[in-house]
């Protein structure tokens, strides 16, 4: 291959890692900001999401009904994703994976948040010239307990 054709190739797998980033932080941010387009943005409309090993929803309608069923059951949530790694060995072909861990928390009344994670294994999809999640997989979760309440009076 040419020096500019390897200037390329080196490009757009630079582009394609940033874009990956990216969608794990949209996820996030649509997640946590109760987002429903950006949301709808991050997944294939075949997408699954895997919450657990019996919680399996399939489909872009059955994946937002999911988050907002989450919205109504927590008042805030907090995702931090990191140790996003991916795997570009297809990407050319259109499809990767990648893997990260995360930190949640959740608030489930005014003085009691909820601290939990796990890992997130992925595989992404091209669809309509964008990155997209069309499988989350979430492994090995844990929870923290609540949080001891917070006066904010005394700060």
């Given at each position: 291959?040419?020096?500019?054709?390897?200037?390329?190739?080196?490009?757009?797998?630079?582009?394609?890692?940033?874009?990956?980033h990216r969608l794990a932080q949209?996820?996030?941010?649509?997640?946590?900001?109760?987002?429903?387009?950006?949301?709808?943005?991050?997944?294939?409309?075949?997408?699954?999401?895997?919450?657990?090993?019996?919680?399996?929803?399939?489909?872009?309608?059955?994946?937002?009904?999911?988050?907002?069923?989450?919205?109504?059951?927590?008042?805030?949530?907090?995702?931090?994703?990191?140790?996003?790694?991916?795997?570009?060995?297809?990407?050319?072909?259109?499809?990767?994976?990648?893997?990260?861990?995360?930190?949640?928390?959740?608030?489930?009344?005014?003085?009691?948040?909820?601290?939990?994670?796990?890992?997130?294994?992925?595989?992404?999809?091209?669809?309509?010239?964008?990155?997209?999640?069309?499988?989350?997989?979430?492994?090995?979760?844990?929870?923290?307990?609540?949080?001891?309440?917070?006066?904010?009076?005394?700060?």
């Open positions: 291959m040419s020096d500019v054709g390897d200037f390329i190739a080196r490009l757009e797998r630079i582009e394609t890692e940033l874009a990956l949209h996820y996030c941010v649509a997640a946590d900001h109760r987002d429903l387009e950006l949301w709808r943005e991050v997944w294939t409309p075949d997408g699954v999401w895997a919450t657990s090993s019996d919680l399996v929803f399939t489909g872009l309608d059955a994946i937002c009904n999911a988050v907002r069923r989450q919205w109504q059951a927590f008042s805030a949530m907090q995702h931090g994703t990191v140790n996003h790694v991916v795997d570009l060995t297809d990407a050319a072909q259109g499809v990767a994976t990648g893997r990260s861990d995360v930190i949640v928390h959740v608030q489930v009344d005014r003085n009691t948040w909820l601290n939990g994670g796990g890992t997130y294994l992925d595989e992404y999809r091209r669809h309509d010239g964008r990155w997209r999640i069309a499988k989350r997989t979430v492994t090995r979760p844990f929870d923290l307990g609540p949080l001891p309440a917070w006066d904010t009076a005394a700060t």
